[in-house]
C-alpha cells in the first residue's frame, strides 16, 4: 500500500468514512463491509490492506449503520443474577474481550431472579432491542421460564454452568462436583476429619454440585458430617457470616476446617472467626471457591479453587459469535458443550494438623 499522504492525514483527523477506507485500499465499499463485519471469502492479503487502511485513518464502523445494512445488530446481551460483584466483572470481562475481537458490543443487564414476572420482564427486553445472541448465567440459566421467552424470541444462547435441562442449549461449564470432591480430599490429607461446610445459595446449580462432591469425598472416607456442621449460605459475605455464626455456636466444639462453597462466604467465615479470636489456620482451617482477588488480599491468604470465570464467558461469547457468523449455520448449536479446567489454589489459610 502507498504511503500516507496529506489528503490522507486530512481525512483522518476528521471523521472518517467507509467510502475513505475504500478509497485508500484501492477496494469496494462492498468489500471494506465483508471486511469489517469478518465475513469469510476475503483474500489475506485484501483483509490486511483493508485493516491498514481503516487503521492508518482511525476508521471505527458505525454500530448503528451495520446494524441497519444486515441482518445483524452487532450486539451480545449477558444476563445474570449473582452477589459477587468479582464473580459479574469476571463474566464481563470475559465476553467484552471476545466481542471487541469481532467488532461487537455488550449489553450487560441484571435480572432479579426471584421476580414473578422474570420471564415477561426478559421478553420484553428482547423485544425492545434486538440481539444476535444471550450469554446466560446462574440462576437464569436454570430457569425454564427464562429460557422459553429466549426461545420464543428466537435469539441464540449459551449457559454458562447450568444444571438442568441437559441439551437444551449450547453450554460451558468446569466440573464442580470433581473440583469440591477434590477440596475435600485436599482437607482430608492434611488430617482434617472434623470439616464443616457452607452450601451456597439454594437457586444456583453449582451449590448443589459443590455439596455433592464434598459429600462424595466424606463418604468414601467413611465420614457422615452432622447436621449442626453443615449451614446454608446465600453466596454473599453476610451469609458467611452468618454460617460461621452457627457453625461456631458452642466455642468448644469448633470444626477443625471450613469448606464455604464460594469465596465470598469463606471470607465471612474468617471475618467471624476473627471476631471471636478463633485463629485461622491454627485452630480452625478455612478454604473457599472461585479464587477471587480477595483471596489474596484477606489474610490470611485463602486457599481455594480457581474457577476459569472470565474463561467460561470467553468461551460462551465465541460459541454465539460462530453461531452468528453469516457462513455458519450450526444445525447443532443446541449440542454444542465446552468444558474448561479448574485449579485447587493452596495458600496460607489452612494447614495440616
Known amino acids: 500500500m502507498k504511503a500516507p499522504t496529506a489528503k490522507d492525514a486530512a481525512v483522518s483527523s476528521a471523521v472518517s468514512t467507509i467510502n475513505d477506507v475504500a478509497r485508500l485500499a484501492g477496494v469496494s465499499i462492498k468489500t471494506v463491509s465483508r471486511v469489517m463485519n469478518d465475513e469469510p471469502n476475503v483474500r489475506e492479503e485484501t483483509r490486511t ?37 468479582s464473580y459479574v466483572i469476571d463474566l464481563q470481562q470475559g465476553v467484552i474481550e471476545r466481542c471487541r475481537q469481532s467488532g461487537y458490543h455488550v449489553l450487560s443487564e441484571p435480572q432479579d431472579s426471584l421476580a414473578p414476572d422474570i420471564g ?10 434486538r440481539l444476535d445472541g444471550v450469554v ?30 441437559p ?12 473440583a469440591a470432591y477434590e477440596m475435600t480430599k485436599f482437607l482430608l490429607a492434611h488430617g482434617h476429619t472434623d470439616i464443616g461446610f ?23 472416607a467413611g465420614i457422615e458430617p452432622p447436621s449442626h456442621r453443615i449451614a446454608q449460605g446465600y453466596n454473599s459475605f453476610a451469609s458467611g457470616l452468618e454460617a460461621a455464626r452457627a457453625l461456631f455456636r458452642d466455642p468448644g466444639d469448633l470444626p477443625a476446617a471450613i469448606f464455604a462453597s464460594n469465596d465470598e462466604m469463606a471470607f465471612g467465615v474468617m471475618a ?8 485461622v489456620p491454627d485452630q480452625v482451617s478455612v478454604v473457599g471457591f472461585d479464587d477471587t482477588p480477595g483471596s489474596v488480599i484477606v489474610w490470611p491468604h485463602l486457599t481455594t479453587i480457581r474457577q476459569p470465570v472470565t474463561d467460561l464467558a470467553y468461551a460462551a461469547a465465541d460459541m454465539l459469535l460462530s453461531r452468528t457468523a453469516p457462513e455458519e449455520n450450526a444445525p447443532n448449536f443446541s449440542d454444542m458443550r465446552r468444558e474448561l479446567p479448574f485449579e485447587l489454589v493452596e495458600r496460607e489459610s489452612a494447614k495440616a494438623v
Do not use: W
Open 136 to 165: 446466560l448465567t446462574p440462576p437464569l440459566c436454570d430457569m425454564a421460564v427464562v429460557l422459553d421467552a429466549v426461545e420464543a424470541a428466537g435469539v441464540p444462547y449459551v449457559r454458562v454452568s447450568p444444571s438442568l435441562f
Open 198 to 220: 457452607v452450601r451456597g445459595h439454594p437457586e444456583h446449580g453449582s451449590s448443589h454440585r459443590r455439596y455433592d462432591g464434598f459429600a462424595k469425598a466424606m463418604h468414601e
Open 167 to 178: 441439551g437444551r442449549s449450547a453450554l460451558v461449564e468446569m466440573d464442580d462436583v470433581q
Open 49 to 85: 490492506k483493508v485493516k491498514e487502511a481503516a487503521a492508518r485513518l482511525h476508521y471505527r464502523p458505525n454500530l448503528l449503520a451495520r446494524s441497519l445494512a444486515g441482518s445483524r445488530s452487532f450486539l451480545i446481551g449477558l444476563l445474570y443474577d449473582n452477589p459477587s460483584s
Open 272 to 279: 467471624y472467626a476473627q471476631q471471636t479470636g478463633a485463629r
Open 120 to 129: 415477561r420482564a426478559i421478553a420484553s427486553l428482547l423485544a425492545t432491542i
